[in-house]
């Protein structure tokens, strides 16, 4: 869902929802290369710990979905 980004330069471009519920943000972004991409960050109580990802598209419209998930802290 896009956001109405307002004046903030740094605020997220898309709100990413699942169920209804917003479950992340993902923000548009360059590679060095040039190359457009979204940086991701998805979280839930049912996730055991943050996904951080990057969507790419392909020349042939396809796209790949990167991500990693960072260690949970210890409780």
Known sequence: MPND???SEN???F???AA????GAAWKKTSE???D???MSLDDPSFP?????????NA????DLIWSRSKPKAA
């Open 15 to 17: 709100h990413l929802q």
């Open 11 to 13: 605020a997220l471009d």
């Open 20 to 23: 209804g519920h917003e479950v």
């Open 37 to 39: 991409y979204l940086s």
């Open 60 to 63: 042939d419209g396809t796209h």
């Open 49 to 57: 710990a943050t996904v951080y990802a990057r969507l790419i598209e």
């Open 5 to 7: 980004k307002g004046d």
């Open 33 to 35: 290369g040039g190359r």
